[in-house]
């Protein structure tokens, strides 16, 4: 096990609860060792490097969460299990050992969810029905990278693998077996201006409230190494986006009137960030906060009452851009800048 941590979430029972996040040492995600993976994505580098971990070492891994005083599951309702990569693909993780782990997990009388990721392509319907009959009455919930809406931005600038016809098809699944959908929405993936982020995101969570989800998660930019956005914002081709970016996109939310719950995940993951979605050190500390509140009200209203100069300059760089007249041939030519500077700079494609 690397680590575990805390989050917490508005439940259907009424109350704010804990959840208790388990990430797994995995054996790496196969879309990035065959395809290169999500642009902004370096999860691969805090796994087994695509060299597959044994089915007892997974299980000891889970077991050993179980038993540890420390942990205390018996604490916990909701239990997320992640391996940085997908829980249904068998070339990182045997379906039988996550069967096995979802037998242990049954096990303890204070879980009433758990939530596993996996990728949008590798949900089936056998391996749906099969955990769904292991688990009784406990709920299942499966976290899939959904990121955006827009289906170039999803394919060209994040690197996915499916249309949103499929994530349709998937949702229809799902909601068949009744399981619980959790798509992840990204702010300001690769070679989008601020501006276009945040439309972008304004446009995905008006397409997903007609699914009925219970939540949306929503990531907040953090730049890894060895990724394509990494390379991108050494060359200052990408900065992450301003909180004040997430405060407009909260604030468009509440004016649309849309009412599917969002939870702003924390940027804490299995790597180191080297930047992240920030204003400035006048403010940052206030808008955290605000976010951390607005996971609980769902309101913009905890914002108010926050100035700061930065924001001013914000309106002033969002005033001053201008939309690519061709997106296709911006994302080109951005990458083209990226190729020429990596011929003297190999660690800016070092993903």
């Not at 037998?103 to 596993?116: D, F, G, N, W």
């Not at 206030?286 to 913009?300: D, L, P």
């Not at 939309?323 to 660690?347: C, G, M, V, W, Y």
Request: charged share 25%; aromatic share 10%.
């Amino acid at each position: 096990m690397k680590f575990s941590e805390l989050r917490f979430e508005m439940s259907e029972w009424g109350e704010y609860v804990d959840r208790l996040v388990l990430f797994l040492r995995g054996t790496g995600c196969t879309w990035a060792k065959d395809n290169g993976g999500c642009t902004f994505c370096g999860f691969w580098n805090a796994t087994n490097f695509g060299e597959k971990v044994s089915n007892q070492d997974y299980l000891h891994q889970v077991s050993q969460v179980l038993s540890d005083p420390q942990v205390g599951v018996e604490n916990y309702h909701i239990i997320s299990l992640y391996n940085d990569g997908s829980l249904f693909e068998e070339r990182e993780i045997d379906f039988d050992v996550v069967l096995r782990a979802f037998m242990m997990l049954a096990q303890q009388p204070s879980i009433q969810r758990i939530v596993i990721e996996t990728k949008v392509i590798d949900i089936d319907e056998e391996k749906v029905i099969a955990l769904t009959e292991v688990l009784g009455d406990i709920e299942l919930e499966i976290a899939v990278g959904f990121e955006s809406s827009n289906d170039i931005i999803r394919d060209i600038c994040v690197n996915k693998n499916f249309s949103r016809e499929l994530f349709e098809e998937k949702a229809d699944l799902l909601q068949r077996h009744k399981v619980r959908l959790i798509p992840l929405i990204m702010l300001k993936p690769p070679f989008l201006t601020e501006k276009m982020a945040i439309e972008d995101a304004v446009d995905s969570l008006v397409y997903l409230e007609s699914f009925n989800l219970p939540r949306i998660d929503f990531e907040l930019a953090t730049i890894e190494e060895y990724t394509l956005m990494h390379g991108l914002w050494k060359l200052g081709l990408y900065t992450p986006p301003r909180l004040w970016s997430l405060h407009e996109v909260l604030h468009r939310r509440e004016t649309l009137g849309l009412t599917t719950q969002m939870y702003i995940s924390p940027p804490h993951y299995s790597v180191e960030a080297l930047a992240y979605t920030e204003n400035c050190p006048a403010c940052n500390q206030q808008m955290k906060e605000a976010v951390h509140s607005f996971n609980r009200s769902q309101t913009v209203k905890d914002f108010q009452g926050i100035t700061c100069g930065c924001r001013e300059e914000w309106q002033q760089n969002l005033h001053a851009e201008t939309r690519p007249a061709d997106f296709l041939s911006h994302i080109t030519a951005t990458f083209q800048k990226l190729l020429i500077n990596a011929e003297t700079d190999k660690s800016l494609l070092a993903a």
